[in-house]
């Protein structure tokens, strides 16, 4: 079993709608959690953090769920400019090396 | 700028021939990352460094791989006798121990086609 597992997608949707991204991880001890945007290309960066709490950044919702080992991306009211790969992030406990996910892909079409 | 930056940005290179890669961190980070990305597939970690020290290498990682950072500023990633499966983007990442950890900063890349 992969550390960190993401559906690849693409996941199409039209400007406007929510979509949610979900990600699993294995290492029950896991301590750190993150979401990446990649564009086409490009070099990842940093979208937001994932606190035990749950943060919101706009349209931007992350959720961790330790029980169940997953982290969740929530975008509302797409915009174009959304279309990007979203990598999830995972950082075992007593571990500074991150895992990354294979990513999932979004598409917001007009 | 003061990012993260990666040279060659691109290289073409034959089978079997050496290549080096050079990574120049975000002045005040302390740890450095390389990881390898194939199309369609997330970073896969290779090794990283703090400061001058190379604390953990992938067990992936060929013995074709070999990373230094000399000085715990600038660092450099070489593969010797390049195969096909080597052609990846050769990704850089920095981050302040005091940072939480996964906050990384990459830069550009380094895109590597073997022939």
């Known amino acids: 079993r992969k550390e960190v597992e993401q559906d690849p997608g693409p996941f199409n949707v039209p400007e406007g709608a929510t979509v949610a991204f979900n990600c699993t991880y294995s290492n029950s001890a896991s301590q750190s959690f993150f979401w990446y945007r990649q564009d086409c290309r490009k070099e990842p960066k940093l979208l937001m953090s994932v606190y035990s709490s749950g943060n919101e950044d706009g349209r931007f919702t992350a959720q961790l769920n330790r029980a169940s080992q997953y982290i969740s991306l929530l975008i509302r009211d797409s915009k174009l400019s959304d279309s990007a790969t979203y990598l999830c992030?995972?950082?075992?406990?007593?571990?500074?090396?991150?895992?990354f996910g294979r990513g999932t892909s979004l598409i917001v079409h007009p | 700028d003061t990012g993260v930056s990666q040279d060659p940005r691109h290289k073409i290179t034959k089978r079997g021939q050496n290549v080096t890669f050079r990574c120049d961190p975000i002045?005040?980070?302390?740890?450095l990352y390389w990881y390898r990305q194939t199309l369609g597939q997330g970073p896969e970690f290779l090794t990283y460094f703090q400061n001058e020290a190379q604390l953990e290498k992938s067990r992936l990682l060929s013995d074709r791989f070999s990373a230094e950072r000399p000085k715990g500023s600038f660092s450099t990633l070489e593969i010797q006798r390049t195969e096909q499966g080597d052609s990846a983007m050769y990704l850089c990442?920095?981050?302040?121990?005091?940072?939480?950890?996964?906050?990384?900063?990459f830069g550009e890349g380094s895109r590597l086609t073997v022939l």
């Open positions: 990442a920095s981050s302040l121990i005091a940072g939480n950890t996964g906050e990384l900063f």
């Open positions: 992030v995972v950082t075992p406990g007593g571990s500074y090396i991150p895992t």
């Open positions: 002045s005040e980070h302390n740890r």
